[in-house]
Every structure is written in structure tokens, then in C-alpha cells.
């Protein structure tokens, strides 16, 4: 991820890091999907043919606060998560 991320509201270097997707017995890094999320009966949300980044967190060692960026686009996940 480019450039180092500052805390606006502490002035300080934030630490990366993720939020941890737990899914049917595995574990995954979020994915953020362009648009509204369109309803499949099968796969539960349809994710195909979407722009898909994954989802990295900065959080602040000072206070706390964490920020999301989707920086990096990725393949959708498939129908198994991964």
C-alpha cells in the first residue's frame, strides 16, 4: 500500500494491519465490491464481473481509531470464500 497513512485526528504514523473475516470454518481479509450488493439465492450476494479491493486497516497507537482503504484491486471471491 503506497504511502504512510497519518492519524487525523493525532498526528501519528498509523500501523497497518486487517480485520479478520471469519467464514464457515476459514479465515479471509474483507474484499469491498463496487456498487449496491445485488442478491443471489445460490451465493448470497453476486460478486461477478464487480471491481473488488481488498480492505486493509490502519490504526492509530495513540487513540484507537481505525481507517479502512481498498487500494488493491483483487479477483472477486468465488461461491467457497476464497
Not at 1 to 11: E, N, R, T, V, Y
Not at 49 to 55: I, L, N, S
Request: glycine content about 10%; charged content about 25%.
Amino acid at each position: 500500500m503506497a504511502g504512510q497513512k497519518i492519524c487525523p485526528d493525532c498526528s501519528v504514523e498509523m500501523v497497518e494491519g486487517f480485520v479478520l473475516d471469519m467464514s464457515y470454518g476459514t479465515r479471509l481479509v474483507p474484499r469491498w465490491l463496487k456498487g449496491p450488493p445485488e442478491k443471489s439465492f445460490w451465493k448470497g450476494i453476486n460478486a461477478k464481473g464487480k471491481e473488488c479491493r481488498e480492505v486493509m486497516a490502519y490504526r492509530c497507537p495513540k487513540c484507537g481509531l481505525l481507517r479502512s482503504y481498498a487500494e488493491a484491486e483483487v479477483e472477486p471471491p468465488s461461491v467457497w470464500g476464497t
